[in-house]
């Protein structure tokens, strides 16, 4: 599908707040699934991902078949300890809710940046 304008969205608000982000190209499942091509779209909006020279770390994965995500999940640990994150099970979470919507399958769904907690 490509970049599609959600996460164009996405990636505006991620600079905004200035933050890292993690790159999940999904629908890799797909048989005309085309990385290469999210991969330089991505660069139109100054996201420089590591399979290709830059710093983003980025996984392919297929959220539908459930392959990859242990790998994104690899990633998401490994950049938490780089940037020595830390969490605090006993207090409340705080955050902001970036995206909701209700899904068929499983009700309500939000996209969220946790801030504390």
Same mark, same amino acid.
């Given at each position: 599908?490509?970049? @599609?304008?959600?996460?164009?969205?996405?990636? *505006?608000?991620? +600079?905004?707040? $200035? %933050? /890292?982000?993690?790159?999940?190209? !999904? =629908?890799?499942? +797909? /048989?005309?699934?085309?990385?290469?091509? #999210?991969? !330089?779209?991505?660069?139109?909006?100054?996201?420089?991902?590591?399979?290709? $020279?830059?710093?983003?770390?980025?996984?392919?994965? *297929?959220?539908? =078949?459930?392959?990859?995500?242990?790998?994104?999940?690899?990633? #998401?640990?490994?950049?938490?300890?780089?940037?020595?994150?830390? *969490? !605090?099970?006993?207090? /409340?979470?705080?955050? &902001? &809710?970036?995206?909701?919507?209700?899904?068929?399958?499983?009700?309500? %769904? $939000?996209? @969220?940046?946790?801030?504390? $907690?």
């Amino acid at each position: 599908d490509g970049v @599609m304008p959600q996460t164009i969205e996405a990636i *505006s608000h991620a +600079k905004a707040a $200035g %933050v /890292p982000v993690i790159v999940a190209i !999904n =629908k890799m499942d +797909k /048989p005309d699934a085309d990385p290469s091509r #999210v991969r !330089n779209e991505l660069l139109q909006h100054e996201i420089y991902v590591e399979s290709i $020279g830059g710093e983003i770390l980025d996984v392919e994965i *297929s959220a539908l =078949k459930r392959q990859g995500l242990d790998k994104l999940e690899e990633a #998401v640990l490994l950049q938490a300890e780089l940037l020595e994150l830390r *969490s !605090n099970p006993d207090r /409340p979470a705080r955050g &902001v &809710v970036v995206e909701a919507q209700l899904d068929r399958g499983r009700g309500a %769904v $939000g996209t @969220m940046l946790i801030q504390s $907690g």
